[in-house]
Structures are given as C-alpha cells and as structure tokens.
C-alpha cells in the first residue's frame, strides 16, 4: 500500500523545497499520496492542496494577529483531517510557528513528523529548541553548521544540503540570459527584489527605487529589473514605482517568463542576467550568493514591529553579527548589509554602485560564493526523501 504524507509549505521558498523533495519521493514510490497545504510549485509535482500556501503567508506579529482567525480555521482543518485520518508521516516545510505547533500535536497522536529547514535559532530564541525536541521525530537541516546543532541537542537530524545548489548552475551565463530578456548585452544592469511579502514591498521597494533613482544619475544608461512573485505583488509595487519612477524599469512576472529555462523562478533569470543586486534579507540572497553575484543586503523594520520582536525574543539584536544568509554561511562580512537606520536611499545607492563597478570586489565574491555553492550540493531531494521514509515506517 503507497504510502500518506502530510505536508504543509507556507512562503514561496517552501513550496520550490517541497516541490522538489515531492519529486524525490515520487521517484521511490509512483503512488504516494501528498496532501496538505502548499503552493504552484507543489502542486505541479501532483501534490493534493487542502487550503492555498498563502493561507500561511504572513509577516511578522502583527500581521499574524490581524489573520489570527483565517490561520486558526486553517490550522484546525488540517489538524482534524490528520487526526482522524493520520498520515504515514508529516512533513512540515519551514513556517515554524504554525508547522511546530502542529508537529506537536500530530506526534503527540502517534504520527511521525519530520521538519525541513530548521528555524534560524542560531541567530534568535535558541529555547525553542526545547519545543522541537518534543514536536519533531526527525529534522531536515541545509547548512551543514546546523546538522552538529541539533546533533548535540539529542534531535535526530540529517544534513541535505540545499535544493537551490544543486538546480543552480555553478557557472550561471549572464549574456544568454540578457538575450533570453532582449536586454542590452553590454550595459550594467541591476536587479532589484525588495521582497515577497505585501508588507515589504510597502516598506523596502519606496527606498530601493529611490536608491535606483541616484544610481540612473550616475549611469544614464543602467537598465533595472524587478522579479515579482505574483501579479498582486505586481500591482503593489506599481504603486511604489508611480510614487518613485525609475526610467526604463523592467518589472518581471511568471508570464513574462522567457522560454528556454523551463521551471525556473523569473527571479533566477533576472538574477543570472545582473551585473549586481538590491535585496531584500531572505532566501532571495541565498540564490544570488549562488548566481555569484555581489549584492547588497537590507532590510527594515518598523520600530513597532522591532519593538514585538525584542518582546518575543527577549533579545534586542541575532546572536551573530551576520543577518544576510551568505554571510551567516561564509561567516564574513563577504557582501555588505544595510538595516535599519542605514536602509537610506543615498547609503543604498553608494553601496550598490560600488558592487555594480568595483570588478576587482565581484572577482573576489564570486570566489567566495563558488566554494560555498559546492559545500551545499548534494542530491537534496533523494536524501530528504530517504530520511521522510525512514521515519514513516520507524517509530514517531
């Protein structure tokens, strides 16, 4: 009898995870049945989607507390579900706070449950490692510091590398990817992602068109691209760009999406096609770290949302110095990052158009981030999914 795996994916990064450890599950047993909550990616690997990811999706406290009600409907739909009906195992993809809770429970029912992509407490709250003891069997860890991590904690763990690595070229082709986008071959060209999230593009896409602005007066013929994730990102960030026009940019979506790299994110093309880049903290700087390309990292917070932060954590900054995740891994300022009061449009835009001009820096970062990309490689979807079917047939 094919198995049952529960899973649940809450942010775009998740679903191309899962997507792909799907697949990897897929290749060892045909008729296994995933069901749960998940997004495109997901669903295109057959997956049976319960409620949409961005049921999920949130950021921060505040907005978590303005969607309490819909997260609490969707929680205690898929929690019923599995508990009458129990899965072989549940695999929860990121989205710690609602997916730990809900490991919990289901283990607590006798469902082994497994965690992929363990959450960053080497940088904030390392006492919810308590919390994952007692709510997961088994974690899926991507960076090889955290495997020794939850090893020393008593936590049984694998290290699967991460799936971005391996469906990254090492050696990315930036003119064939301008030609795939018909841009100018010869000119610099920035691509600038100010985030997935609503409240991000509210917050972060104001100074980083203005830091776009100051970088055109300086290079009249700078050509700047700006992935989106969605067309309702789309439409929000219009609304930026109206307030803050930058000339010539060239905003990307799924259906903008050139032919010639089936399955691929457009930010992967926009990121393979840049001289440099303007992003947002998050998994986005993981994949241009594996473009090879230097960047600039920021972010801000607002000073009600820091304030709910410190509150929550009971810590005024991370444990390291390092926000941006190539950094953390390379554990070296390699690229720089720009938070806070220093997310200022002249700050960003001096910082940026040095990582668009300065070669002898880009030689050395992509150096850097070379070794990196081949310290993550493994075949990500064929250990994670080994791992997930271990458990299902091991004790919870």
Same mark, same amino acid.
């Given at each position: ?150 090893? /020393?904690? %008593?936590? &049984? =763990? ?7 690595? *391996? $469906?990254?070229? +090492? ?89 010639? /790299?089936? %399955?691929? &994110? =457009? ?7 840049? *001289? $440099?880049?303007? +992003? ?104 994670? $999914? ?11």
């Amino acid at each position: 009898m094919s198995l049952s795996i529960g899973m649940v994916a809450g942010e775009p990064s998740g679903d191309l995870l899962a997507s792909r450890v799907i697949a990897g599950l897929r290749q060892r047993d045909a008729g296994l049945r995933c069901q749960g909550i998940g997004g495109p990616a997901m669903d295109a690997a057959g997956f049976e989607a319960w409620h949409p990811m961005h049921a999920l999706t949130v950021f921060g406290y505040v907005d978590a507390i303005k969607r309490l009600p819909g997260l609490l409907r969707t929680y205690g739909d898929v929690k019923r579900r599995w508990l009458n009906q129990p899965p072989s195992v549940f695999v929860g993809v990121d989205a710690p706070d609602f997916n730990l809770k809900l490991e919990h429970q289901l283990r607590q029912a006798g469902t082994p449950t497994v965690h992929f992509v363990g959450p960053s407490i080497w940088a904030w709250r390392y006492e919810r490692i308590h919390k994952i003891r007692e709510a997961v069997s088994h974690m899926l860890v991507l960076f090889p510091f955290e495997e020794d991590l939850y090893r /020393k904690e %008593g936590i &049984p =763990v694998t290290y699967v590398g991460h799936p971005l690595a *391996d $469906a990254i070229p +090492v050696q990315p082709d930036r003119q064939a990817a301008r030609r795939r986008l018909g841009l100018d071959e010869n000119a610099r060209v920035l691509a600038i992602l100010p985030g997935s999230r609503s409240s991000e593009i509210r917050i972060l896409a104001p100074r980083f068109l203005q830091a776009a602005q100051r970088l055109q007066r300086r290079d009249p013929g700078l050509i700047c691209i700006v992935p989106m994730v969605n067309a309702q990102r789309r439409r929000e960030f219009d609304t930026v760009l109206a307030q803050y026009p930058v000339r010539g940019l060239r905003c990307l979506t799924a259906d903008d999406q050139p032919s010639g /790299k089936d %399955g691929w &994110p =457009v930010a992967w093309t926009a990121l393979e096609a840049s *001289d $440099a880049v303007l +992003v947002a903290s998050g998994t986005a700087t993981l994949e241009t770290a594996l473009f090879k390309r230097p960047m600039v990292i920021s972010y801000y917070l607002s000073p009600w949302m820091r304030r709910i932060m410190s509150w929550k954590s009971g810590q005024q900054r991370p444990y390291l110095p390092w926000v941006g995740l190539p950094n953390v891994l390379l554990r070296d300022f390699v690229v720089p990052e720009l938070l806070q009061d220093d997310a200022t449009p002249d700050k960003l835009a001096e910082a940026t158009w040095t990582a668009l001009t300065d070669d002898a820096q880009a030689a050395r970062v992509e150096t850097r981030f070379t070794a990196m990309h081949r310290d993550l490689t493994r075949d990500t979807a064929s250990l994670a $999914a080994r791992a997930i079917l271990e458990v299902a047939h091991g004790p919870a």
